[in-house]
């Protein structure tokens, strides 16, 4: 799910991890396999303090995770670009149900009873700044070594934060439709001026994200909520090619119908991981409260 949604304009392959309910896992992760590479580099004692990292890195989660999204992006780049080219009012229209209804989770896990004013308001700016983010007109640059590597980076920190689709920054820079030819044609070259750039996003931010969730947690999802919100103009179904907003035409119909279908799809996994989420700690709290032997 995260690899073809990740070839999607607008739809972020964070969120999905959010939905699903393994997105701080997945940022944990990430960071040890940063720590693990900062230290083989840097030293001392490299090759023992890299492995201690890595033995922390929960890999069967990262494994699955690696190979389903291979598997997604080589498999669906083509025909999702030809979707989104063919019919782009109802695939927005679909991918706007689905990230409208995946703004509860963010606020679930941020708690609402303790979401103060100032939160509110941070949570508000965010969704300002994604909003104009997203109404930047695309361009068009050229494609090389420089631009490839930079838009890599920029574009994996998008995927890093729910609410910003990686897809949709490539798209601004003009890279979009080359990256998913590169993918669909296996360009060798490019792929891994493309992969040098997603290790230099995540080592640049994976970081600070993981001491964020973790010491600033509710204010964290706050803003990123707030940053899914202000994103989801992009996914207005209708619109110009210079991202000029238009009032719904005569297929709103359909594209209400797909919307909600999108939303219905989301909203159960969402109440799905809830109870999960729900009965986990329940029973982490009733192993806590058991007589110690």
């Known amino acids: 799910m995260m690899?073809?949604?990740?070839?999607?304009p607008g739809v972020s392959g964070g969120t999905v991890a959010l939905v699903v309910g393994i997105y701080a896992r997945l940022i944990r992760a990430a960071s040890h396999v940063v720590s693990a590479l900062r230290a083989f580099v840097t030293g001392p004692q490299r090759l023992q303090r890299a492995k201690s990292h890595l033995a922390d890195v929960e890999w069967r989660l990262i494994i699955p995770?690696?190979?389903?999204?291979?598997?997604?992006?080589?498999?669906?780049?083509?025909?999702?670009?030809?979707?989104?080219?063919?019919?782009p009012e109802m695939t927005r229209a679909a991918f706007f149900g689905m990230v409208l209804a995946s703004i509860s989770i963010p606020l679930r896990m941020a708690?609402?009873?303790?979401?103060?004013?100032?939160?509110?308001?941070?949570?508000?700016?965010?969704?300002?700044?994604?909003?104009?983010?997203?109404?930047?007109?695309?361009?068009?640059?050229?494609?090389?070594?420089?631009?490839?590597?930079?838009?890599?980076?920029?574009?994996?920190?998008?995927?890093l934060?729910?609410?910003?689709?990686?897809?949709?920054?490539?798209?601004?820079?003009?890279?979009?439709?080359?990256?998913?030819?590169?993918?669909?044609?296996?360009?060798?070259?490019?792929?891994a001026l493309f992969i040098l750039g997603m290790f230099?996003?995540?080592?640049?931010?994976?970081?600070g994200l993981e001491w964020l969730l973790h010491h600033r947690r509710r204010i964290t999802l706050v803003v990123?909520?707030?940053?899914?919100?202000?994103?989801?103009r992009t996914l207005w179904p209708w619109q110009t090619e210079a991202r000029e907003l238009l009032a719904p035409t005569s297929d709103w119909p359909l594209a209400l119908v797909l919307g909600a279908a999108g939303f219905a799809v989301v909203a159960v996994l969402a109440v799905v991981d809830a109870r999960l989420s729900r009965k986990a700690a329940l029973e982490l709290l009733g192993n806590e409260d058991q007589p110690k032997p």
């Open 3 to 8: 690899g073809a949604v990740e070839t999607i």
């Open 65 to 87: 995770v690696f190979i389903g999204m291979l598997i997604a992006i080589f498999t669906v780049a083509g025909p999702m670009a030809d979707l989104v080219d063919a019919y």
């Open 111 to 159: 708690g609402v009873s303790g979401i103060r004013w100032q939160h509110v308001v941070a949570g508000i700016a965010a969704a300002a700044i994604a909003y104009w983010l997203v109404s930047i007109p695309p361009t068009t640059i050229e494609p090389n070594p420089l631009i490839i590597v930079v838009a890599a980076a920029v574009a994996v920190c998008a995927l």
């Open 161 to 191: 934060l729910p609410g910003l689709s990686g897809s949709f920054l490539l798209l601004t820079f003009g890279l979009y439709e080359p990256t998913l030819r590169a993918v669909d044609e296996l360009d060798f070259g490019y792929l």
């Open 200 to 207: 230099i996003g995540v080592a640049s931010i994976v970081k």
């Open 224 to 232: 990123l909520t707030g940053v899914m919100v202000g994103a989801m």
